[in-house]
Structures are given as C-alpha cells and as structure tokens.
C-alpha cells in the first residue's frame, strides 16, 4: 500500500508565495518521476512540474521562473516552491509519483488526494 499526502495548500494574495510538500509512504522500493498537476474548476488537469529520480525538471511554460519543483529523495517527498503568484494559479494541486513497491518488477503511478490553492487578486 503506498499513500501520497499532500500539505502546504491555502489561501494567499497576489504576489505572495506558497510551499507545497508531497510525502510518499508504505512499501516503496523506488521512485521515478514525481510531479505536480493541478486542476481548475470547469478545466482539465493539467502538469505543472516534474522531476527525475536524478533530478532533471520540466515545467509549464506559464510557471517558469515563478515555481521550483524540487525532491528530498531519503524522505520520498517531493516540493512545490510557488512564487509570485496569480490568480490564475488558483486550483487544486495534487502530487503524483511513479512507484516501485519491495520485490516489484514494474513503476505504478500514484495520486495523492490534492490540495487547494487560492490567489486572491
């Protein structure tokens, strides 16, 4: 059983900055790519980062320069630096990993539950 828990979501102005956390826990042998996705009301979920086991990022063009996506790989948490701000930004925001649990062969994709981040204008 693997679980992804979120944390670090809110409500904050214009401008301001957020830190999202994402730990992975339970039977966990290796992870791959971890990420953020986000999804706003009436849109499709959409990437807004990922990163490599050995640390290569790639980011949503409309987030560049503003968010840094980084991972703490002896504590299977993964981070969401959120900077400058916009309310366009505002949606839920939900990690996911790919997953290699002890004595498996194969990487499963994992979601945790989401978190809720709004940007007041």
């Known amino acids: 059983q693997v679980q992804l828990v979120e944390s670090g979501g809110g409500l904050v102005q214009a401008g301001g900055s957020l830190r999202l956390s994402c730990a992975a826990s339970?039977?966990?042998?290796?992870?791959?790519?971890m990420a953020w996705y986000r999804q706003a009301p009436g849109k499709q979920r959409e990437l807004v980062a990922q990163i490599t086991s050995g640390g290569s990022t790639n980011y949503k063009d409309t987030v560049k320069g503003r968010f840094t996506i980084s991972r703490d790989n002896a504590k299977n948490t993964v981070y969401l630096q959120m900077s400058s701000l916009k309310p366009e930004d505002t949606a839920v925001y939900s990690c996911?990993?790919?997953?290699?649990?002890?004595?498996?062969?194969?990487?499963?994709?994992?979601w945790g539950q989401g978190t809720q981040v709004t940007v007041s204008s």
């Open positions: 996911y990993g790919e997953i290699m649990h002890y004595r498996g062969v194969s990487f499963y994709g994992y």
């Open positions: 339970g039977s966990i042998f290796s992870i791959n790519v």
